[in-house]
């Protein structure tokens, strides 16, 4: 049978100011369902740097958007769940497969997508919102 749990999602106003509310959250669902400190750290950065780019370059700044967040473990697996409204933007995409080529921002990004599977799914139509999910295996997690 598999292990199914999750904590209630919240949503935040899409401000930068909002995050250390998002990293909270991350951390104290990763106690509440059992998922060890390393993979916690890992999907705090990944999740605090994606919704810090859908923040930036989805919303624009625009702060009256708002992004809503759920924690929650299947199995072995931990899964993060960001929806918005925004235009649609994926917070994955980036040239962060070269490190050199970056500037001063954009290695959140590089490490985000290094100790997680990220996927992004864009708004098929003004009723629909995007979706980025950010996955960890708790038992297959190389990344450490």
Known sequence: MERRSSIPEIEIPA???QLAVVRSY????CMELC???RICWALVLAVD???SNIIRHGYQGNSSGVIT??????GTMVIATLCDQSPAFDPVRSDSTVPVRLSRSGHGL???NHVATIHYQPKSDRSQGNTTTISID???ASHS
């Open 35 to 37: 998922v060890p400190d």
């Open 69 to 74: 967040i759920r924690l929650e473990r299947q």
């Open 26 to 29: 991350i951390e104290q669902g």
């Open 15 to 17: 401000r930068l100011d």
């Open 110 to 112: 590089l490490l985000a």
């Open 138 to 140: 708790l038992e297959g």
């Open 49 to 51: 740097e994606l919704c």
